[in-house]
């Protein structure tokens, strides 16, 4: 999957940043808003993209736009929690709460 084009874009909508390969649907986190922080609860990965580090773009991608939104993180789903636990440049952005 090294020439594939990945991309992860908020789905407000649907209370979800959506990871793409090449255009197609490869996973989600799906989220809720609450004041000031964003509390994600599921992530899924298509089988067919696992071990190919789309799911770790889906993080990095989410992560990215809500530290740019100025909010910060509960990480209820353990993709997510696993994901700020190994990226120190993430521990910022995680809620106490």
Known sequence: MTD???????N????????LVDGD?????GY???PGR???????VDPDYEGHGVGGALAHGALDDVRARGLS???RCPFIAGYV???TEYHDLIDSA
């Open 38 to 44: 964003i509390v994600f609860t599921h992530t899924h």
């Open 4 to 10: 594939e084009q990945i991309t992860v874009r908020d």
């Open 12 to 19: 407000a909508d649907a209370s979800r940043y959506e990871v």
């Open 85 to 87: 636990s190994r990226h």
């Open 73 to 75: 993180v509960i990480a």
């Open 32 to 34: 809720r808003v609450e």
């Open 25 to 29: 649907p490869a996973g989600f986190a």
